[in-house]
C-alpha cells in the first residue's frame, strides 16, 4: 500500500519541543511543505554558525531559537525543516555567527537578529507612519505568505513595447489626498478605485515608483520650518527585495498585501493596463558604516556588498552602499527576484533605478558585457518582460545611448527630457537635435530602434510639467536642507512670473506651453511617460525633489480636473491621436526614403518653407511629415500627418507640402487656440480653408491630418 | 471557533461563532465541505463571526470552487464591514453573495 508518509518529511531532531530535521537547500528562503514542515534555507559564505529564531506575530520576544547543526549545512547553505509551526503566526529570522573584520569586509554580529533576504513578506511596518516600538530586538520580521491566488485566466499582457504609453505613479501619493475620494487612501486597493481615471485618460501601462517593502521613518527628520516629519516618501530604498510594501495595501495590518497587489494587478490587466515595477537593486536601506544591521549586511557583508580596499563601502548610489550585483550570487538573487516577480505576480516589466551600476564589477569598474544586465536579457522567465534601465548612476557614469541593450532593454532618455525643455523654452542652436529626439533618437539609438527611447519630459525627479512652465529655480526649502538637495539644471522657464500669478497672459502661456510639451511627448517615436498628474496640471510649488514629504506636496489633488479641466480633456485627446495613428508609433528607425514608391518619403522635414528645414542656430521652427503609407514599415495604412513647432515668440506663417493624391489638410490640434479650439476628436478634424499655408502662433504647435 | 448547523425554511446555515485563522480554518473547512457535499445552497451565518483571516478566506474560495462546480449557492450573511472591505481589497468578495441577514440571505437561496 503506498502511504503519504515521506521518510524525508519526518522530524530527526527535537530542540525546546520543536521537532525539525536537515533541510533541501534550495529553494532560497522559507517554504510551506505539503507535508506540513516549513524549510528554511539561508546562505552565508563566511559565517561559522546560524540560528534560526522564531517569533510568534508581534511578540516581543522569540519561543525558540534553534542553532543548525553542522550536518544541515551544504556548502555554504543552512537549511533546516521545521515541523509543527503554525505560518500563519510565524515571524522568523536568522542570528549569524562569524568575524567582525570590517578591514577585510566582515561585519557579523552574532546578537543581531537579520530578515531572510529571500522572504515574501515582512512584518514591522504593516501600517504607513503608524509609530514603531523603537526598542524592537527585530523591527523588520520575515513572514510566510500564502502563494495560492486566484487569477481566473490572468496573464502578462505583452503589449507592443511600441503601442505603449507609460504613466509614472506614486502608491500612495496617487489617491492619499481626501479628494481622490477613494475608500482606503494611499493603497493599492484605492489604484482600483481609479481604474476608470486611468482608462479614460488612455494611458496602457502603470509604472509604480518602489513597491518593495521599505522603512519610511529611514532618515525621518523634522522640517525646521512646520515641525511636521519628513520621511522616506518615496521608497527608493529597499529592505526586502521579494517583499510588497505592506504600508500600501489596506489590508498590511492583517498580513494581506501580496493578495491586495495581485488582485490590483489582475484587474488592471483585465482593463488593458500592463504594471512595470520601479525597482532599486543599486543599494539597500543599510546604509554606509554607521547604518543599521538589517538583513546583507550580518548575512554576507563582503558578498553583498561593493567595497573598497580597506573595507568601507563604496558610494554609487549616492545613498551610502552600493549593492554588489554582479557578485554571481548576488546576481542570481536578482534574477530570482525578477522571476518571481513575473510569475508570482504577472508584472509586465522592470524599470531598474540607477541602472549603471548594474554594469558595474564588484570594485566599481564599469564592464563591457555585464553578467547581470546579459542574464536578464536572456532569461526564460523574463523574455516577454519590458525591461527599462535609468542608464546612468551617482557615480558619474552616464550611459544613455550606451547601456548594453542585449537587443531588448529600453532606456530613460535623459536626453530626450533635457532638449525638449530647452526647445520649449526656445533655446537656439537645437533644431537639429529636436528632429532626432521626435524620430525616437535614432542617434542614440541607431542600432536598438526607436523603442529603446522611453521618452519623458517630466518623471518623479524634477518639477512637474506644470512647475516646469512656472519655475525658473527649484524652491526645496521644505525639504529642510537649505534649497542644496535636488538638481539646478531644471531647463524650465517660467514664462514671466516666478509661481504663480494673476497675470491671465502668462497663465495662458503657461497651459499653452504644457499643451506643447504634452504633445511633442506624444507625437515623437519610441514609448512616451508621463508623470503622474501632469494630465491636470499638478503642481509642487516648485519643490523639485519630493521625496520626504507625506503631505499635499507629493499627494494628487483631484480636484485638479475639475480646475483644469482643458488639459486633462488635452492630454486624453493627444493620447487618442497617438493610439489613433500607428505612424507615430514605429518600431524600426525611418529610412528617410520613399520605400513604398508613394512619392513621398517615410519622414520628411520642413520650416516655414516646405521641404527647408531651417537647421541654423538660430533657428526656432521646425516642421515635419510622416508619409501614412509608410506607417509602421509600410505594412499598415494610416493617414499622413504634418506636425510643426514654431517656438519664436511670434506667429509665424508655414508653407505646407504638398501630398499627392486628392486628400486634404485638416487641422487636428493648435496649441495656441483657447480651450475648446485647442484640439479636436480624432476623427473630427477640421478642414482647412487654404491648404498652401497656415499661420502658426507663438510658442506653439500645430498638428494637420491629410484625409 | 464553533460551527452549528441548522435548517432553516429548508435552507442550510452554517453558523460560526469565534474567529476563522490558521489554527481553526482546517476543522471549518471539513465541515462547509462536508455540508455542501449533502446541499450545495449554503448559508455561512457570520453574524458572531469576530474575523476571518487569510487562511480563513482561502477556504471560503475552495468551497466556492467547489460549488461552483456543482451550480450551488453560498451566501454570506452578516459580515462584518471590516470583513468585507478585507475580502473587497483582496479580491474574495467578487465570488460571494453578502446578505445582512438570514431572511434575505434565504431569499436569494430560494
Known amino acids: ?707 | 471557533m464553533k460551527i452549528t448547523i441548522s435548517t432553516v425554511d429548508e435552507v442550510m446555515v452554517l453558523s460560526v461563532k469565534g474567529s476563522i485563522d490558521s489554527q481553526t480554518a482546517p476543522e471549518f473547512q471539513t465541515a462547509i465541505l462536508a455540508q455542501i457535499e449533502t446541499d450545495n445552497n449554503l448559508i455561512l451565518d457570520l453574524r458572531e463571526n469576530e474575523f476571518i483571516s487569510s487562511a480563513g478566506l482561502r477556504v471560503l474560495l475552495i468551497v466556492y470552487r467547489s460549488s461552483k462546480i456543482t451550480s450551488g449557492k453560498l451566501v454570506l450573511v452578516g459580515a462584518s464591514e471590516e470583513i468585507r472591505e478585507v475580502m473587497h481589497n483582496t479580491g474574495f468578495s467578487k465570488f460571494f453573495t453578502f446578505a445582512d441577514t438570514l431572511e434575505e440571505g434565504i431569499k436569494i437561496i430560494k
Open chain 1, 1 to 707: 500500500m503506498i502511504t503519504d508518509i515521506r521518510i524525508d518529511l519526518s522530524p530527526t531532531h527535537e530542540h525546546q519541543g520543536i521537532k525539525y530535521r536537515r533541510g533541501t537547500a534550495l529553494p532560497f528562503g522559507s517554504s510551506v511543505l505539503s507535508g506540513g514542515g516549513i524549510n528554511f534555507s539561508v546562505f552565508s559564505s563566511t559565517s561559522i554558525g546560524c540560528t534560526l529564531v522564531l517569533f510568534e506575530k508581534n511578540a516581543p520576544e522569540p519561543f525558540a531559537e534553534i542553532p543548525f547543526p553542522d550536518e544541515f549545512e551544504i556548502g555554504d547553505v543552512y537549511c533546516m525543516i521545521v515541523f509543527g509551526l503554525d505560518f500563519d503566526n510565524l515571524e522568523y529570522g536568522y542570528k549569524m555567527d562569524g568575524p567582525f573584520r570590517p578591514e577585510e569586509g566582515h561585519r557579523f554580529d552574532k546578537t543581531k537578529i537579520l530578515s531572510d533576504p529571500y522572504s515574501r513578506a515582512l512584518g514591522g511596518r504593516d501600517v504607513w507612519m503608524a509609530d514603531p516600538n523603537w526598542d524592537n530586538i527585530y523591527p523588520h520580521r520575515s513572514r510566510i505568505i500564502y502563494q495560492d491566488f486566484d487569477w481566473e485566466g490572468d496573464h502578462p499582457l505583452e503589449t507592443p513595447i511600441e503601442d505603449l504609453i507609460i504613466y509614472e505613479a506614486h502608491v500612495r501619493a496617487f489617491t492619499k489626498d481626501k479628494s481622490s475620494g477613494v475608500k482606503a487612501p494611499g493603497t493599492f486597493s484605492a489604484i482600483r478605485e481609479k481604474i476608470p481615471h486611468l482608462k479614460k485618460l488612455g494611458i496602457n501601462c502603470i509604472e509604480l515608483m518602489p513597491i518593495y517593502e521599505f522603512d519610511e521613518w529611514e532618515h525621518s527628520k523634522e522640517n525646521p520650518e512646520t515641525g511636521e516629519t519628513l520621511v522616506n516618501f518615496w521608497g527608493y530604498s529597499t529592505i526586502n527585495f521579494f517583499a510588497p510594501k505592506a504600508g500600501y495595501a489596506a489590508t498590511g495590518k492583517f498580513g494581506m498585501q501580496v493578495d491586495e497587489l495581485k488582485t490590483l494587478i489582475k484587474d488592471l490587466h483585465r482593463n488593458g493596463i500592463e504594471v512595470l515595477l520601479d525597482v532599486v537593486f543599486n543599494h539597500t536601506a543599510e546604509g554606509n558604516e554607521r547604518g543599521p544591521y538589517i538583513s546583507f549586511r550580518g548575512l554576507d557583508n563582503k558578498v553583498y556588498y561593493m567595497l573598497t580596499p580597506e573595507g568601507y563601502y563604496f558610494n554609487f548610489s549616492g545613498t551610502g552602499n552600493t549593492l554588489n550585483c554582479n557578485h554571481p550570487r548576488v546576481r542570481n538573487m536578482v534574477l530570482d527576484c525578477l522571476r518571481y516577480w513575473a510569475a508570482e505576480f504577472h508584472i509586465d516589466g522592470f524599470r531598474f533605478d540607477l541602472a549603471a551600476i548594474l554594469g558595474r564589477d564588484q570594485s566599481g569598474v564599469p564592464l563591457n558585457n555585464p553578467p547581470l544586465v546579459e542574464s536578464l536579457a536572456y532569461d526564460p522567465i523574463l523574455s516577454s518582460c519590458k525591461l527599462i534601465a535609468e542608464a546612468w548612476d551617482a557615480g558619474g557614469l552616464y550611459q544613455v545611448g550606451s547601456f548594453p541593450a542585449y537587443g531588448r532593454w529600453g532606456e530613460w532618455n535623459g536626453k530626450y527630457r533635457d532638449s525638449i525643455r530647452k526647445v520649449l523654452k526656445s533655446e537656439k542652436g537645437l533644431i537639429g537635435e529636436l528632429s532626432q529626439r521626435i524620430q525616437g533618437s535614432p542617434d542614440l539609438y541607431f542600432y536598438r530602434g526607436p523603442t529603446a527611447s522611453i521618452n519623458f519630459i517630466t518623471c518623479h525627479d524634477g518639477f512637474t510639467m506644470m512647475d516646469m512652465v512656472s519655475y525658473n529655480e527649484k524652491h526645496n526649502e521644505a525639504n529642510g536642507e537649505d534649497n542644496n538637495d535636488g538638481a539646478n539644471d531644471n531647463n524650465s522657464w517660467n514664462c514671466g512670473v516666478e509661481g504663480p500669478t494673476d497675470d491671465p497672459a502668462i497663465n495662458f502661456l503657461r497651459r499653452q506651453q504644457v499643451k506643447n510639451a504634452l504633445t511633442i511627448l506624444m507625437v515623437s517615436q519610441g514609448v512616451p511617460m508621463l508623470l503622474m498628474g501632469d494630465e491636470m496640471g499638478r503642481t509642487k510649488h516648485g519643490n523639485n525633489n519630493t521625496y520626504c514629504h507625506d503631505n499635499e506636496l507629493n499627494w494628487l489633488n483631484w480636484d485638479l480636473l475639475e480646475e483644469n479641466a482643458d488639459l486633462f480633456n488635452y492630454t486624453q485627446r493627444i493620447i487618442q491621436f497617438r493610439k489613433a495613428h500607428p505612424v507615430l508609433r514605429s518600431k524600426e528607425h525611418f529610412q528617410h526614403r520613399d520605400y513604398k514608391e508613394v512619392g513621398l518619403s517615410d519622414i520628411s522635414f520642413h520650416g516655414t518653407s516646405a521641404w527647408r528645414p531651417d537647421w541654423t542656430d538660430d533657428s526656432l521652427v521646425f516642421a515635419y511629415m510622416l508619409s501614412g503609407d509608410h506607417a509602421k514599415g509600410g505594412t499598415i495604412k494610416d493617414d499622413t500627418l504634418y506636425i510643426a513647432i514654431n517656438m519664436y515668440w511670434d506667429g509665424l506663417e508655414f508653407e505646407l507640402p504638398q501630398v499627392p493624391g486628392d486628400k486634404q489638410w485638416h487641422i487636428f490640434a493648435n496649441t495656441s487656440m483657447p480651450a475648446g479650439k485647442d484640439i479636436s476628436e480624432v476623427g473630427a478634424e477640421i478642414l482647412l480653408e487654404d491648404q498652401h499655408k497656415i499661420v502658426i502662433g507663438g510658442r506653439s504647435i500645430v498638428i494637420l491630418v491629410n484625409k
